[in-house]
């Protein structure tokens, strides 16, 4: 049985966020939340926020113990861009790019392993 969860619009880079994401992955859900708790980056707490979630989606939508989940797929896709600009010397104009994320784990029940 596989249990999807998924956050958007992070206000971090893609690439920022696939750091955090390549450590947890294959791991399993119990142990990857321990992972994510002492990992020194931004995102770190939206990932563990997000492997609670779909430890939690599986426990109340689909009864499954969180205890037998392991990460099945997590990714971190780039989400929309706020674009701004701002003024810099002789007229001229510097592009300034917010990178948004989007985090999205798939789980899945191994029974005992």
Do not use: C
């Amino acid at each position: 049985m596989e249990v999807r969860a998924s956050v958007k619009n992070i206000r971090v880079s893609p690439r920022k966020a696939r750091l955090v994401v390549d450590a947890v992955r294959g791991k399993r859900v119990l142990d990857a939340i321990d992972i994510a708790r002492f990992l020194p980056q931004k995102t770190a707490v939206d990932v563990e926020k997000l492997l609670r979630s779909v430890a939690a989606n599986a426990e109340n939508n689909y009864d499954l113990d969180p205890e037998d989940l392991w990460i099945k797929a997590i990714f971190a896709d780039e989400g929309p861009s706020y674009r701004r600009f701002k003024a810099k010397a002789r007229g001229r104009v510097g592009r300034i790019e917010r990178r948004n994320t989007h985090i999205t784990v798939i789980a899945e029940d191994r029974g005992g392993l």
